[in-house]
């Protein structure tokens, strides 16, 4: 194994040395190497560990579907669990280690644990473990020291994401022979045209040709030169295509960062950026993966793809043996061995499975060729040393293969037993992949509209057919688009590789091993279907083949051909398993994109905010919104030290503020949702429980909202302006919601009322002015309205100039106080609070926030939805009966459930107030109770509960079975605490029952 | 044979030639006195309690594609009983009861991990919820907790508990005896307990008739022929209204697309369950070291078992949110099931009032993988003595027209 002189068209620059680290050693490779080219051409052969047996594993293959050689890079904040190191573009310093190997690469117990492997079958964890039970929790902690491969970073991210928006005429897949002809083909035609491609480079296994084939060359580097200057084409690399959703949405994860060395990172760019591209066409040349052969320990470092090695051979001079024997069941292995005479003057010995085909060329060039041999078993300790080899042979419909004719010596093996498409995008939306038996692979059926395939995934061998298909492709779409480009293509024929048969020899299965991650040999799809798993979904769940960071890529076919044959059915007939995103794994990162840390969900300040954070409110986060919970005051200390109020005596203060004088508060958050429209009235009639027939232009009304169940999901105010136009304040958290529900049902069920509604949460600012003395701070602002309790009566609603903006006043109260809220567009808001401000401050005005304001109207007993009701409360449970029409002209929504037997039992759950017999004892909300000491029957629960400072005690509100009818009574809260409290059941308006407040001072 | 170390060591020995069926492969016969139409977890736990309980009976589970391939093998395996309401938090204590046997019961390993989940709680209002759920909770004999930041912290590291992020972590209640457990190996297991009480599991039989007459029902029309019972139990998940539709019958069910995921396989640093409603996510992390994890509902109705990206992006978003260091953690694969959900959230476990000799077990929606040997048992005990067990009763389809529903959105939000 060496790195071979230069050679021409090499991917590596050999000016640029890096150096890099593997298990905490330093080596050095080139500029334009991957992780894996540079370790194989270091001489390093072992760099993984398997998942159950920890045997020793080497490189397999050169791109993503590579199962072995998973490592983690770097640390901290820029940590990368389970990389592959074939997709990883070497850097200077990167800092690399094997992501298995308990404890060690060097030493693994579980390859310790050998001799107890051949209990350690498919699904024997089923069959044990299990005696006694209740050791089970021991033995699980002990297999989960065997999980995983990478540790989870330990630090948080250090980089981060972004998502980015594309609208294209046509999306290319693939960035080969087919996806770049049929790239420019599209691109002629002036369609906008995205090209996508994984690797680093565009050329895709193209790449592997440049040495043999000056033409191949040639039309890459020119048509990638006309893509590159065409206004209309972007082109993506290193960005995976990872999953197609219907109606062509691909997703793509671009990776901007991960090539560059950590010093030379930007930090303002994003690390992966998540493009979400909808593509009125798709074309997907995803090419194909080649698969190896079977033979027992074809898990041994040095046994590898055919495909692989060539790659390496070609792209990186890395020469991956001097004794190579090649075998394979098609013709790609020939030109292999060509290209190892000619660059490494290394002459293998080739076995073909096939007899028949023509091997003059490589005979001439005095390579050993022998037709109808394959490999029986590897050996090797570290790395392969021998292969035994046997005659075999096929009738037609079975192989038979003779006992070991012969060992030959060698330090690697490269296997192509076939290729699989890339048909995974394809079925992504639910097609299901078309076996061929001609070409011994799944073709994409691209049954789905707007969709066509290209290329290798089509079973395309030689890169010309490749061209050709990429534009016929092309010019199918740009039918579709009605866009057209001369000269048209034909769609090329079929050039067949001459795949053989599939076949697995039948001594040591349980060392032929098919899905070399997860460890599933030969021998555990045998015993699965012996044990009757035989859908090939249950084998791949009972052997957890296919589960790996590989997802199969490479041995789900084989696993699926050797169960075909094992059942005696057909490949097709067995079928695949379900084909799913991701493609290839995605970061979370990537894909939460910018969706992280406060961004995670919009947070929504109100107009006077700024007011609030100057004055020092904490917050509460209601739904999306920061509204202040309490507005702490400073408390001076001596020696000028300074805290600040606690909770409890912030709202202390504040209560006592607003009952005995007058305190402001910051009610913008409620939802309003604009509604007009000649049906105004019935649509309010059908949505609310009360009448609306009558309410006057300048009245407000309270109304309850309730589902098709008749249980309470909102209430609030709303003001009639006009007999065509009503304004609705939702609750906070309401808000969207309820405007969802109105236009759900105005659109579905009532297209015929003719009502419009618009969201104005954020268009209006609103501050009420609240406590005896409201009247004569607002005043002090505004003239134009006459403020006299007669004269403007509760529930009315006013327009005016509040200092000297024109407002909208309305009288209405959540805490049982005269209370004047004054609506303002919202860029008033803030002025407008500030000048309440400063008229209050002879009053004392009191800022409060959320928990006053929720102790007030509990005071008075009224409800706030999602608190104190749950969904399973009517308005009879709540005891708001008297909101109730059952007169109205039309139905209301809820309205007949309210009927049902349930619904009108007496001994539902219904809202009553309690008081503790110690009235210095808080309930902690959310508290069950019972009806005695030792009950367990639940009767009902607390769901508010605070200490009233204006009664001096506590209060709660709470559910209760008949709780209506048993005022007076003495029950009992049994805390999470342990405690059971004593209450008595009260009516649930503690304060002002005569309603005498509500006029404030006179 | 029984599943021992012994007979896997003798076995072993002899390079596992003897190993017998799981469950054999049967053509079904044409008539039976009770069949299970779905052989998912529910399906056949119902059809083993029923050959357990009442030996005499014949029985068939009929399974249109491969047995536990709905939303059995598909779900995130979220196992706990802390429900709120007294019906629900029974029923799921109930089976919670039987997981704790079940591999004893069926001599199959089903891997019951009670490694505790925590629900976590970001709002005022969460925590009112959760002191309520806990305290109903110690009532009804559930074991339950209500936990603090500081706790969380202690217990859960790698959980974000600052208080600089978008939802602030405020606490937490914690179900010690909940866990997780092997999707698949519940649905082997039973079907292999219930073969070998004599049940017929026929795979690839899709029911697609209902042969009802005379106010009762005969017999199901299947791809593989007509087939007599007396007493048929659906129980097709997302495909409830389907079946019902063939007798007839409409239920009040819609089916969406629920979504899961899966990192690639790390070494385990998350040894419970952590769901929250509030950021909409949830996460264990498997014996193998994938991290599972679980996102919202689609909001659109449908069959196609997958959903839409920006659910998955949302909850990865969350997972970050909550553990910050996951966000260098890659996703391996998603999928989605069709899960039947009904308007409060809770299951019909029911006879058909209008089809004698009928019965459904459905609408468990985004959260019946828990119940399943609970669910199998009370519906099996409905089927035999074809009346409500006491458990069941509640879960009547009746409670749609009586409007005695049991609303589980309410404190639990999405129950999974
Ligand atoms: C992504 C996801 C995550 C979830 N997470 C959890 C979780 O963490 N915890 C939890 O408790 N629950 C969870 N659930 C819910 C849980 O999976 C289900 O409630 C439960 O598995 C349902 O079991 P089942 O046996 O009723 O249904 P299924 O397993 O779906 O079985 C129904 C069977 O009926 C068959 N069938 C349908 N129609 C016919 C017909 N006409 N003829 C014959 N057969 C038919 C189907 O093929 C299927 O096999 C989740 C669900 C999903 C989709």
Redesign the pocket.
């Known amino acids: 194994m060496k790195r071979l002189a230069p050679q021409a068209h090499e991917r590596i620059d050999r000016s640029k040395t890096y150096q890099f680290t593997w298990q905490g050693e330093s080596y050095y490779a080139y500029a334009g190497d991957t992780l894996a080219s540079a370790l194989l051409a270091n001489g390093i052969d072992v760099v993984g560990r398997s998942f159950k047996y920890g045997r020793k594993r080497g490189i397999l293959a050169a791109g993503v579907e590579e199962p072995n050689a998973l490592v983690t890079l770097e640390s901290g904040g820029y940590e990368v669990p389970n990389a592959r190191a074939t997709e990883i573009e070497l850097y200077d310093q990167l800092n690399a280690k094997a992501a298995s190997g308990i404890p060690s690469l060097r030493f693994d117990l579980r390859a310790a644990l050998k001799p107890f492997h051949k209990f350690m079958v498919a699904g024997f964890y089923y069959k044990t473990f299990k005696w006694p039970q209740k050791l089970w929790p021991h033995y699980e902690h002990y297999l989960r020291q065997l999980a995983g491969f990478s540790e989870v970073p330990q630090q948080a991210d250090a980089e981060h994401y972004d998502h980015q928006y594309q609208f294209v005429d046509v999306a290319v897949v693939g960035g080969g022979a087919a996806g770049l002809s049929a790239a420019l083909t599209a691109a002629q035609s002036g369609a906008s045209v995205l090209v996508i491609d994984e690797r680093a480079e565009l050329g895709g296994e193209l790449s592997s040709e440049f040495a043999s084939s000056a033409e191949a060359q040639q039309w890459f580097s020119s048509t990638k030169q006309a893509l590159e200057q065409m206004p209309n084409v972007r082109i993506l690399k290193r960005s995976t295509a990872f999953a197609l959703h219907d109606f062509n949405l691909l997703l793509v994860i671009e990776r901007r960062q991960d090539h560059v060395s950590l010093k030379q990172r930007n930090e303002k760019q994003s690390r992966q950026r998540q493009h979400r591209v909808r593509a009125k066409q798709v074309i997907l040349a995803t090419g194909s993966h080649e698969r190896p052969l079977l033979f027992a320990n074809n898990d041994l470092p040095g046994v590898l793809m055919a495909s692989a090695m060539r790659r390496y051979l070609n792209e990186f001079a890395v020469l991956c043996g001097d004794k190579p024997v090649l075998a394979g069941n098609n013709d790609s292995i020939y030109a292999l061995a060509e290209d190892l005479v000619k660059r490494a003057g290394v002459k293998p010995v080739v076995l073909d499975m096939r007899v028949g085909y023509d091997a003059s060329r490589l005979i001439a060039a005095g390579i050993d060729v022998r037709q109808g041999y394959t490999i029986l078993k590897a050996s090797g300790s570290n790395r392969v040393e021998q292969v035994s080899i046997a005659k075999v042979y096929y009738d037609g419909k079975l192989w038979s293969a003779s006992a070991a004719t012969e060992t030959l010596d060698c330090d690697v093996v490269a296997t192509s037993g076939g290729f699989n498409p890339l048909v995974h995008l394809d079925c992504h939306t639910g097609s299901k992949p078309l076996f061929s038996n001609a070409l011994q692979a799944f073709l994409p059926a691209c049954d789905k509209p707007a969709r066509i395939s290209a290329g290798s995934v089509n079973g395309h061998s030689d890169w010309q057919a490749c061209v050709q298909d990429g534009a016929y492709a092309a010019h199918q779409i740009l039918g579709r688009l009605e866009k057209s480009v001369a000269p048209t293509t034909v769609k090329p024929e079929l050039k067949l590789l001459n795949v053989a048969p599939f076949f697995c020899p039948t001594h040591q299965r349980n060392k032929i091993f098919i899905d070399m991650q997860n460890d599933v040999k030969a021998s555990d799809i045998e015993l699965a279907i012996r044990e009757n798993y035989r859908s090939i979904e249950h084998i791949k769940r009972y052997t957890a083949m296919g589960f790996g960071t590989d997802q199969g890529k490479i041995g789900n076919v084989l696993g699926i051909a050797l169960a075909a044959q094992l059942l005696n059915r057909s490949i097709p007939e067995v079928g695949t398993t379900t084909f799913r995103p991701m493609y290839t794994p995605v970061t979370m990162g990537a894909l939460a994109g910018e969706e992280v840390g406060l961004l995670f969900d919009p947070q929504r300040f109100t107009p006077i905010h700024a007011s609030h954070v100057a004055r020092g409110a904490e917050f509460e986060v209601v739904g999306q919104w920061m509204r202040p919970w309490y507005f702490p005051k400073a408390i001076e200390h001596l020696y000028d030290a300074q805290s600040a109020e606690d909770l409890h005596t912030a709202v202390q203060r504040e209560c006592l503020a607003v009952r005995n004088s007058v305190g402001v508060m910051d009610a913008s958050t409620l939802g309003k949702i604009d509604i007009q429209g000649p049906d105004v009235r019935e649509f309010l009639a059908r949505v609310y429980t009360n009448a609306w027939a009558k309410l006057a232009p300048g009245k407000c009304r309270y109304g309850v909202m309730c589902d098709e169940n008749g249980m309470i999901i909102d209430d609030g105010v709303t003001a009639c302006l006009s007999d065509t136009h009503f304004v609705m304040t939702t609750t906070t958290g309401g808000a969207a919601r309820i405007y969802n529900h109105l236009e759900t049902w105005l659109q579905t069920e009532w297209p015929a009322l003719k009502v419009y509604l618009t969201s104005v949460t954020d268009h209006w600012s609103t501050t009420a002015i609240v406590g005896p003395k409201a009247r004569r701070v607002i005043e002090k602002l505004c003239s134009d309205i006459d403020f006299n309790a007669k004269a403007f009566p509760f529930m009315d609603w006013r327009e005016g100039t509040v200092a000297g903006v024109p407002a909208r006043v309305m009288r209405i109260s959540f805490s049982g106080e005269l209370s004047y809220e004054i609506n303002v567009p919202a860029n008033y808001g803030r002025y407008i609070w500030e000048q309440v401000m400063e008229a209050g401050k002879e009053f004392d005005i009191t800022p409060y926030g959320t928990e006053t304001m929720h102790v007030l109207r509990a005071e008075k007993g009224y409800i706030i939805v999602g608190q104190d009701t749950d969904g399973s409360l009517s308005p009879y449970d709540a005891n708001m009966g008297w909101a109730v029409s059952l007169t109205k002209p039309y139905p209301f929504l809820g309205q007949r459930a309210l009927t049902r037997s349930d619904t009108v039992r007496t001994d539902r759950k219904q809202l009553v107030g309690l008081l503790p017999h110690d009235a210095q004892k808080v309930l902690p909300e959310g508290t069950q109770l019972v009806n005695a000491i030792e009950d367990k029957a639940m009767i009902g629960h607390v769901t508010s509960s605070y200490l009233s400072p204006i009664l001096g005690r506590s209060i709660a509100m709470a559910v209760v079975k008949a709780g209506l009818s048993r005022m007076g009574n003495t029950i009992y809260a049994k805390t999470v605490g342990g405690e059971t409290i004593p209450v008595t059941i009260a009516d649930s308006v503690f304060y002002d029952t005569a309603k005498e407040k509500l006029d404030g001072e006179v | 044979m029984k599943y021992s170390w012994l007979a896997l060591l003798k076995e072993g020995l002899k390079g596992h030639q003897d190993w017998t069926p799981t469950w054999p492969d049967v053509t079904p016969q044409t008539a039976y006195d009770v069949i299970i139409?779905?052989?998912?977890?529910?399906?056949l736990a119902t059809a083993y309690y029923l050959a357990r309980d009442f030996p005499t009976k014949k029985i068939a589970v009929?399974?249109?594609?491969w047995?536990?391939?709905?939303?059995?093998?598909?779900?995130?395996?979220?196992?706990r009983s802390n429900y709120l309401w007294d019906e629900a938090a029974l029923l799921y204590e109930h089976a919670l009861k039987l997981w704790e046997g079940l591999t004893e019961e069926l001599d199959f390993n089903v891997m019951f991990s009670q490694r505790g989940v925590y629900n976590l709680g970001h709002t005022l209002q969460d925590m009112r919820d959760i002191e309520r759920r806990v305290s109903a909770n110690l009532l009804n004999g559930v074991d339950a907790e209500v936990v603090s930041v500081a706790e969380l912290k202690e217990r859960i590291p790698i959980l974000e508990t600052g208080k600089q992020v978008r939802y602030p972590v405020m606490g937490a209640s914690f179900q010690a005896r909940g866990g997780v457990a092997r999707h698949d190996a519940v649905a082997w297991g039973f079907a292999r307990a219930a073969s070998r009480l004599g049940v017929d599991i026929v795979q690839n039989?899709?029911?697609?008739g209902m042969d009802v007459s005379g106010g009762r029902i005969h017999g199901v029309e299947t791809t593989r022929g007509f087939i007599k019972a007396d007493q048929v139990g659906c129980?097709?998940?997302?495909?409830a209204s389907?079946?019902a539709k063939m007798a007839n019958v409409r239920l009040p069910l819609e089916s969406h697309p629920?979504?899961?995921f899966v990192s690639e396989p790390m070494k385990p640093v998350l040894h419970t369950v952590v769901m929250s409603n509030a950021v909409h996510g949830?996460v264990s992390q498997s014996d193998k070291g994938d991290l599972v994890i679980?996102a919202g509902i689609d909001s659109y109705t449908g069959y196609a078992q997958r959903g839409s990206p920006h659910l998955i992006d949302h909850c990865a978003a969350a997972m970050i949110e909550l553990f910050p260091i996951f966000s260098r953690t890659r996703l391996n694969r998603q999928?989605?099931?069709?899960?039947d959900t009904c308007p409060d959230a809770c299951p019909i476990i029911s006879p058909i009032p209008e089809v004698k000799g009928l019965y459904f077990?459905?609408g468990?929606?985004?959260?019946?993988?828990?119940?399943?040997p609970g669910s199998g048992h009370v519906f099996a005990q409905t089927i035999g003595h074809d009346t409500p067990h006491p458990l069941a009763a509640p879960f009547h389809i009746q409670r749609f027209t009586t409007g005695a529903l049991i609303d589980e959105h309410g404190a639990a939000g999405v129950a999974?």
């Open positions: 139409v779905g052989g998912g977890g529910h399906g009929l399974e249109k594609g047995i536990g391939g709905g939303n059995t093998g598909r779900n995130t395996t979220i196992v039989c899709e029911v697609i129980v097709p998940a997302g495909h389907v079946l629920l979504q899961a949830y679980g999928w989605g099931g069709i899960v077990n459905c468990w929606g985004t959260g019946g993988f828990k119940a399943t999974h």
